[in-house]
């Protein structure tokens, strides 16, 4: 079944929003395999940011993943990786749509709360680069009452 990589930026957990997040993965259908919290360092961050390298935001960017610990998660289901990023919302926080996580709870790209891979091949390499000591693998069990 199809993964994503969804973190909780350092503002996300300082700001108490931790919980109300899971909450709206966990309400959708969606199955936690793995979840950690971790004080990211630099040299990962900019692993995990490589594609937006060139960009003038990138040290501003990397100094905000690196502000405060993050909650790193792997999130399963059905085209996770396409409606995890509908949950989360635009990038942008003004342009999202209440009723996303981004839309809901804050104003500033570079105060965004949440990260979501945007692809199922980018989700792989990320699951990779923050999970590599591998995700649990347990059995669903409602997913008779999620799935027809
Ligand atoms: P992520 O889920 O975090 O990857 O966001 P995204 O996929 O919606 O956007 P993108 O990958 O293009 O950018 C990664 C992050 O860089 C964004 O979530 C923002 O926090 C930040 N960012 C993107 N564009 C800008 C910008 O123009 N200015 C600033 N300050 N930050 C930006
Ligand atoms: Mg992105």
């Known amino acids: 079944t199809e993964q994503t990589y969804i973190m909780i930026k350092p503002d996300g957990v300082q700001r108490g929003l931790v919980g109300q997040i899971i909450q709206r993965f966990e309400q959708k259908g969606f199955f936690l395999r793995g979840m950690k919290m971790m004080q990211v360092e630099k040299s990962h961050a900019e692993k995990h940011y490589a594609d937006l390298s060139s960009k003038p935001f ?56 949440i990260h979501g891979s945007d692809a199922v091949e980018s989700a792989q390499h990320e699951i990779g680069l923050w999970f590599p000591e591998g995700v649990t693998n347990y059995e669903h069990t409602a997913k008779a009452w999620i799935y027809e």
């Not at 949950?87 to 790209?109: H, K, M, V």
């Open 58 to 113: 990138f040290g501003d960017l990397v100094d905000y993943m690196c502000s405060g610990p993050v909650v790193c998660m792997v999130w399963e289901g059905k085209e996770v990786v396409k409606t995890g990023r509908k949950i989360i919302g635009a990038t942008n926080p003004l342009a999202s749509e209440p009723g996303t996580i981004r839309g809901d709870f804050c104003i500033e790209l570079g105060r965004n709360v």
